[in-house]
């Protein structure tokens, strides 16, 4: 019923303003002509009459409040909020550029955060899922022993379903030219674990783990379409895997996720392309090698913890049950959120607190703004309040005004996001975890408008209740004349600067110190000589490449082929390359005539195998005694280079070279022994390692110990002339072989320092972004302050103050505020700093030179924004200023 | 001295029973209240006109435009059927609370 009568109301709108204001009169000259019959003369009459009715305006406002909907005053604020915008565009343009580039970028930071961190990993309860691991004293977090898996799932009781996995990449051919795949060999059950299922056929079943019963593969969707035209009779089907049949059971669905690997590591998300079973050979009591990882699913009602230490007496009783193997581990149970995303929550924290602080000093900003305007508003607000408008209503119009500047804002943030966010994807290392799982979605939607009407009521509040709290007689009486502000409105507005420019001011100790990480990372000597050289791998399979010694035949021969090509300086083949996910491989020996070192720990290094020249093809300096010759060879006696640190720690004080070392437990005669010939500079196994380790190299005529091998050309101008040259060389010698990771080993140490650099890039954008706001703001702080004294300054000039008198009066007010907003910013920067420590490398988070330079900076800027005013105010002419007064 | 306020919530109530006798436009209804109320009561216009204007959106008076005795144009307020039965209501409430109040001012005298 009400509600029909507004509705019916709200198209006779003019009617029932007329009626009303007919009725108004009327009372009015009823009560007129009872003070006359009372005696009184008609002037008389018709004022005490008006008083008596009181203020007309406000009787109509209320009694139209009373017919109207509520939306309706909304809209009409609306409507008056948007001539107010139009009517002052320079306001209007910075206001909504400050609000939109902090919006946009919140809303950017906060895309990778939903991505990265908050979206649910693609796999069945991801919660659930545990990455299983060893560690020791010397060894943090190590892969597993195959029989050791099999007795942890066999006598475990906390986890519902336990896998084991490796990296395994074979290489297919037949139709076409050969490729190599990535691929994981897997226990039966891996994907139960994961909890996803073939979209044909099935996985892997027990059998399929005994050794003679490996011949069967699973394959992912994007290789069914590509390689074999999504056959629909794939399942059966025969495929030719490091040139042997095998058979394909399943066909995994398209965002079939990998869940990131440790051992030769595939980062997250990595298309593996091809599944095999993996089998469990060999002698089930020897259980020194590690090279398989576990993933497992916890029960429901297991904590954590509680799979921890039942994982740990198993360990206990196997160590029993295998003392020279077993001993000395724990088991590490780590939930595979935090193994993806672990290492990247530090970084996006940071960068979310540094769009934070940007908002809040685009705010402080738009607050400032806004309180400038208020109080050249203030007569138009006096005028209100005494015409009647209750403080509610003119309170709920700035606060509308505010609010529809933020969403302006928040919708051109959003537009600047959603370009923003492909650049930010762009510009993301290339390990970074689930970067394609970045995108502006509806969470971030929300998170936006939640932002976005936040940001309006923050920075609307304090003008809007600043300027309701006025007095309007105030207002009125000081007549069409500005007001200079009063004393807490002064303050207020300062306080905003000073809180802009000491926010500014810790978002560039940020940046600073992330620069300076980032340089010390550039300018590290990598052990190696990046330039004109050429990488590429190769894996050699088993079938073809039976032992050592036809791998080795093959790599001496290839590197002596790329060595006659004309354009090499010199070519090489190892085992690895410096900084390529290198896992943690470490040899243990035995070195003649000494005692392993106390503590259990034994002698132990990185090992590697090369052809004579992979050193010099990659640059390695030789620091004493030789590289490998061609004389190194099978039945010549046994020789290894070894690093420096290796040197300086095992035979300190002493000549290494010519000293001998040997793997067998119980050497029997001097062929058992292998001499040191040469000692080679230090290479680290990523560039921010805090120290190289133990390393050796064994020349691949004598061992290999791998099927996968790395190609290095040093070449005399642009190394990629030879990639062609490189391809027909493998292919002379093997047609069937592909040619994988073909790099320059500029890419390799520019992608090692991608992470430094991308948060650089990013906390210096927001810095730089931070600055300028913070230089805005004191600008407009200090030219507000200096257009309301044109007065009091002409006056002192007229007095006979200098100009330059004038200039350091404006100047110290630009330099009290920065001083103090740097003060604070250090302070501040002081206490967050050590939240950054994991963040940066090889520089103190109390870096006094970055402290020292980003506060002399953010004073200078300060002081020039204040500049321009203060030449402004010493232009005053004194006459003119009077004048206007 | 000071005049008593109107107690809040029986403005209504005080329009709707002056209707009862006759449409009245509102300076009339002020004054009804005025006079019945010997002068203790006055309806400040800043609250009658809007509660007329909530009385006529809840149907519970009509109004209509009506020349006045000396010939002018007045609006004149009429009870509504719905407007009698929401008078009883608010009468009864209202006669409810008074007798409530009461005893509670007697018992307070009385120890």
Excluded at chain 1, 380 to 391: H, Q
Excluded at chain 1, 506 to 511: C, K, Q, S
Aim: glycine fraction near 8%; hydrophobic fraction near 45%; aromatic fraction near 8%.
């Amino acid at each position: 019923m009400t509600f029909l009568n507004k509705l019916l109301l709200m198209f006779r709108r003019n009617r029932f303003d007329s009626e009303l204001e007919e009725e108004m009169t009327f009372h009015r000259v009823q009560a007129e002509k009872e003070f006359v019959s009372a005696g009184m003369d008609c002037e008389e009459a018709r004022y005490a009459a008006m008083r008596q009715f009181g203020n007309g305006v406000r009787v109509k406002e209320q009694s139209r409040e009373v017919i109207g909907f509520r939306a309706e005053t909304v809209l009409h604020d609306l409507r008056y909020a948007i001539r107010q915008l139009l009517a002052s565009p320079g306001f209007t343009v910075v206001i909504l550029l400050t609000l939109a580039l902090a919006i946009g970028a919140n809303t950017a930071i906060f895309s990778v955060i939903n991505g990265v961190l908050l979206k649910r990993l693609p796999y069945e309860q991801p919660d659930r899922l545990m990455r299983i691991f060893l560690s020791s004293a010397d060894y943090p977090k190590f892969e597993l022993n195959p029989f050791d898996f099999l007795d942890f799932r066999a006598r475990n009781h906390s986890f519902e379903s336990m896998a084991a996995f490796t990296r395994g990449d074979v290489q297919l051919s037949g139709d076409g030219e050969p490729e190599r795949l990535y691929g994981l060999g897997i226990t039966s059950g891996y994907f139960r674990v994961l909890g996803l299922h073939p979209q044909q056929g099935r996985e892997f079943d027990f059998a399929a783990e005994i050794p003679g019963n490996g011949l069967q593969a699973i394959i992912s969707d994007r290789l069914w379409r590509t390689r074999f035209g999504a056959d629909p009779g794939i399942i059966g089907r025969k495929i030719t895997l490091n040139t042997q049949p095998f058979t394909v059971i399943g066909v995994m669905p398209a965002g079939t996720v990998h869940p990131g690997n440790v051992y030769h590591s595939l980062p997250y998300g990595e298309d593996v392309d091809i599944w095999w079973p993996f089998s469990f050979a060999g002698d089930p009591n020897r259980r020194g090698s590690h090279f398989i990882e576990g993933i497992a699913r916890l029960k429901n009602n297991v904590t954590e913890a509680q799979a921890q230490g039942e994982m740990n007496a198993i360990m206990t009783q196997l160590g029993r049950e295998h003392p020279n193997n077993d001993t000395g581990w724990n088991v590490l149970v780590i939930p595979l959120y935090s193994e993806v995303v672990g290492p990247t929550r530090p970084l996006l924290l940071m960068l979310l607190g540094a769009v934070i602080i940007v908002l809040l000093i685009a705010c402080a900003n738009a607050a400032n703004l806004l309180l400038a305007r208020a109080s050249s508003r203030q007569r138009e607000i006096a005028v209100r309040l005494a015409m009647g408008a209750p403080r509610s209503r003119v309170i709920r119009q700035l606060l509308t005004e505010s609010l529809l500047i933020s969403f302006l804002g928040g919708a051109l943030g959003l537009a600047t996001a959603f370009s923003g966010v492909k650049a930010l994807v762009a510009l993301l290392p290339s390990d970074f975890p689930r970067a394609q799982d970045i995108h502006v979605s509806a969470p971030v939607l929300a998170f936006t408008i939640l932002v976005t009407l936040a940001t309006g009521i923050l920075f609307g509040l304090a003008p809007a209740f600043q300027a309701a709290g006025a007095d309007p007689k105030d207002g009125l009486q000081k007549g069409g004349r500005t007001t200079t502000g009063t004393g807490r409105q002064r303050r207020l507005r300062d306080a905003l600067v000073v809180a802009e420019v000491g926010l500014a001011c810790v978002l560039l100790i940020g940046a600073g110190l992330m620069l300076r990480s980032l340089l010390n990372q550039l300018r590290l000597d990598p052990g190696f000589q990046r330039v004109h050289v050429l990488t590429a791998n190769l894996s050699l399979p088993h079938a073809v490449y039976k032992g050592d010694e036809q791998v080795g035949r093959f790599a001496d021969q290839l590197a002596a082929n790329l060595n006659m090509l004309p354009g090499v300086v010199s070519a090489g083949v190892g085992t690895d390359l410096p900084w390529t996910g290198y896992d943690e491989n470490a040899g243990g020996f035995t070195i003649e005539g000494k005692k392993p070192p106390a503590g259990g720990e034994d002698f132990h290094a990185r090992y590697h195998m090369a052809t004579p020249d992979y050193f010099t093809a990659l640059g390695i300096p030789l620091i004493a005694g030789r590289f490998f010759t061609e004389a190194d060879k099978r039945d010549a006696p046994q020789t290894v280079i070894i690093n420096r640190t290796m040197a300086a720690k095992y035979w300190p004080g002493e000549d290494a070279l010519g000293k001998r070392m040997t793997f067998e437990d119980h050497p029997k005669s001097d062929k058992d022994w292998i001499t040191i010939v040469g000692v080679v500079g230090d290479v680290k196994d990523q560039p921010n390692s805090p120290a190289a380790k133990t390393a050796f190299w064994l020349p691949m005529l004598q061992t290999v110990w791998s099927s996968d091998v790395s190609v290095v050309i040093r070449a005399q101008s642009d190394p990629r002339l030879l990639i062609d040259a490189l391809r027909n060389q493998v292919h002379r010698l093997d047609p069937t072989l592909a040619v994988a990771d073909v790099q320059l080993m500029d890419q390799i140490v520019d992608s090692s320092v991608s992470t430094p650099r991308f948060a650089f890039a990013l906390v210096g954008l927001f810095a730089g972004l931070a600055i300028v706001l913070a230089g805005v703001g004191t600008y407009g702080v200090i030219s507000y302050s200096v257009s309301q004294r044109t007065p009091e300054l002409g006056i002192r000039m007229a007095l006979g103050a200098l100009r330059s008198d004038v200039m350091r009066l404006v100047l110290s007010h630009a330099a009290k505020l920065a001083g103090l907003g740097t003060a604070l910013g250090v302070i501040a920067a002081f206490f967050l700093a050590r939240l950054l420590k994991s963040l940066v490398f090889e520089v103190s988070t109390y870096d006094p030179a970055t402290f020292a330079s980003v506060a002399g900076m953010v004073v200078l800027v300060a002081l020039l924004a204040g500049y321009i005013p203060a030449l402004r105010a010493t232009a005053t002419d004194p006459v003119n200023a009077l004048r206007s007064e | 001295m000071k005049k008593p306020e109107l107690l809040p919530g029986t403005l209504d109530m005080l329009i709707l029973k002056t209707l009862t006798r006759a449409p009245l436009h509102g300076y009339g209804i002020a004054q009804s209240i005025k006079r019945l109320s010997d002068d203790v009561l006055t309806v400040e216009e800043g609250s009658l006109y809007p509660a007329l204007q909530r009385l006529l959106l809840q149907g519970w008076v009509k109004a209509e435009w009506k020349m006045t005795d000396t010939n002018r144009r007045a609006r004149f307020y009429t009870l509504t059927a719905a407007g009698r039965k929401q008078l009883g209501l608010e009468v009864s409430q209202f006669e409810e609370m008074i007798t409530a109040i009461g005893r509670v001012l007697s018992d307070a005298q009385e120890a």
